[in-house]
């Protein structure tokens, strides 16, 4: 059944009265009722601005605005993409009018004097052409809304999917640490034990004990000792679990280092759990001394771990883990895990990177790897993997070297002290560390008077006369970061010590004369004063003093 449209508008425009009589006569026999008739084209075109017609008939010769220009003003009202029908009513007129008529927008002729049957077949014809035009319109405007609708809620499952990956990247790491953080907790038990132990032993009886001078610092050493290795426990620990949310923080930094540090962190994996599970694991490094890279240490890490818990899960019979660094020709330096485990088919390797692969069925997510991947390609790095199944797995990554940063490291030997006594301003928002460091102040013979806030601080600083500033990075209202900015701008040569729990978040340049890290023991402090107050000591040389 053709298509046909409900009640078409038509509108004549001739300036004979005589022609749009007959064609309104033609039309209205025929069973049309919008039929309007126009001698003056003016009008015409007023009415079609606000009618939409659905067929024109058009005389070409008209006085003031002929059928040439009222073509031209349909056209320029039509919206693209539409059919609007404009017949031309024509007596017998030239082919080179005809091309005009055609070129500038005109659909078909109508030779007068008209035959009546034949007008009404071509607008039927004409009609029906603009029907299926406009239905055609309508399904294509449909067809876009259902695809702008998918679109949307395939950008929605999209979003979510990317949600749910980064929430099962965060779950992973937690699992990591979860694992590690038995092996952690018992290593931090065994120092609470010596550290309580002793001063227990100290405080029982202590006039008794600390009468034995001998004995008493024997113990205090014992104490010593043991909260330094706890705080290299802490260390450890904020190495792996510090946040990603402080940002890209891609610092110089020594692979073989991390790897040392790593292979200690995954220890509890490798070494408890397999032979928990009664398999032997050992872990072997040959790390070359190398240039650093430039890199997040707290990613990297995370790297590392994931290679070996992987490399851990291949030998499930024990084996041999081989964690290698090694400068290449091309100037990058490589860090290898390999391992003599099982091995992986064609299968595996081609897919193992994509995220949720994985042969583990429960026991793995198959994370670890996209993880990875994603880590190194943020570091402008390379992934390869060498294996065949039985033949274990090599996974290498190599990353660009940096020149090497001149950081001055303080001298060795005894633990230089302050010539001269100096007024400090101490900026700390812990009571207990405030403390304990206007203590090793004091008795490196400073006059101290201390902050809580960054902005407690810069007002004292300003009111005062002070010789050196130490303040810590996280504090309220203004940071240390933004303080020293602060500082340096009503005294550019003051001295400022910056003293840190964050080791991975230190400045590179500009502020700060010596940056120190938590916890902090009163020898580091007095020799990084010594330093920066000694004559010629500028901001300048050495910027940095990492003690
Ligand atoms: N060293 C390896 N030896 C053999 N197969 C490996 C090794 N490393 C990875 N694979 C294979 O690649 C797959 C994907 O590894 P990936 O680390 O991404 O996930 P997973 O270890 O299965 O799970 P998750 O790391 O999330 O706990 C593993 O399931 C395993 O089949
Ligand atoms: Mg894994």
Redesign the pocket.
């Known amino acids: 059944m053709p298509a046909a449209l409900p009640d078409p508008n038509l509108l004549l425009i001739d300036d004979e009265p005589a022609n749009i009589a007959l064609l309104q006569a033609i039309f209205q026999r025929a069973g049309y009722r919008r039929v309007k008739g126009f001698t003056d084209p003016a009008e015409a075109l007023a009415v079609a601005a606000v009618s939409a017609p659905d067929l024109v008939l058009l005389d070409l010769n008209m006085p003031r605005i002929d059928g040439y220009e009222v073509t031209r003003r349909l056209r320029e009202t039509q919206p693209p993409g539409s059919f609007l029908p404009i017949l031309i009513l024509t007596a017998d007129i030239s082919s080179r009018s005809r091309q005009r008529a055609l070129a500038g927008g005109a659909t078909d002729f109508l030779t007068k004097p008209f035959d009546n049957t034949e007008v009404l077949q071509r607008c039927r014809n004409f009609l029906e052409t603009r029907a299926l035009h406009m239905a055609l319109q309508d399904q294509n405007a449909r067809l876009e809304e259902i695809v702008r609708r998918r679109t949307h809620d395939l950008e929605q499952t999209l979003a979510e999917l990317r949600a749910t990956q980064a929430m099962q990247v965060e779950q992973?790491r937690m699992r990591a640490l979860g694992e590690m953080s038995d092996g952690i907790a018992d290593d931090f038990n065994n120092q609470l034990t010596a550290m309580l132990g002793y001063s227990d032993l100290l405080l029982l009886n202590d006039a008794q004990m600390l009468s034995n001078k001998i004995l008493t610092r024997r113990y205090l050493e014992n104490i010593r000792t043991a909260a330094q290795e706890s705080s290299a426990i802490v260390g450890r620990l904020k190495k792996f679990c510090r946040p990603r949310a402080t940002g890209d923080v891609f610092l110089p930094l020594n692979l073989s280092k991390l790897v040392q540090e790593s292979a200690t962190l995954t220890q509890p994996r490798w070494r408890g759990q397999a032979r928990a599970g009664g398999a032997t694991i050992t872990v072997r490094l040959d790390l070359q001394s190398a240039p650093d890279v430039l890199g997040n240490a707290a990613e990297l890490r995370e790297v590392v771990a994931?290679l070996v818990?992987?490399?851990v899960?291949?030998m499930p019979e024990g084996g041999t883990i081989t964690l290698r660094t090694r400068r290449t020709d091309s100037g990058r330096v490589c860090l290898e895990v390999a391992?003599t485990?099982?091995?992986?088919s064609q299968e595996?390797r081609r897919r193992?990177l994509e995220p949720f692969?994985?042969?583990?069925h429960e026991a793995?997510?198959?994370?670890?790897?996209?993880m990875v991947y994603g880590v190194v390609k943020r570091h402008d790095g390379e992934l390869n993997i060498h294996?065949a199944p039985g033949d274990g797995?090599t996974?290498s990554i190599c990353l660009p070297a940096v020149e090497p940063v001149a950081i001055a490291s303080a001298p060795e030997g005894a633990t230089p002290r302050s010539r001269r006594s100096l007024r400090v301003l101490l900026v700390e928002d812990d009571p207990a560390v405030r403390e304990a460091v206007s203590e090793y102040l004091r008795c490196d013979s400073h006059e101290v008077s201390t902050a809580v806030t960054g902005r407690e601080g810069l007002e004292k600083f300003v009111e005062g006369n002070f010789d050196l500033v130490v303040t810590d990075l996280a504090l309220e209202e203004l940071n240390g970061e933004g303080l020293a900015t602060a500082i340096r701008e009503h005294d550019a040569a003051v001295p400022i010590i910056l003293v840190t729990g964050y080791t991975d978040l230190v400045p590179r340049e500009g502020r700060f004369n010596a940056v120190l890290h938590k916890p902090l023991v009163p020898g580091e402090l007095w020799r990084a004063i010594a330093q920066v107050t000694a004559e010629g000591a500028t901001l300048s040389e050495p910027q940095l003093v990492v003690l």
């Open positions: 992973e994931n818990f992987n490399a899960d291949a391992d485990g099982i091995g992986m595996t193992c692969f994985t042969t583990k793995g997510k198959g994370l670890g790897l996209s294996t797995a996974i």
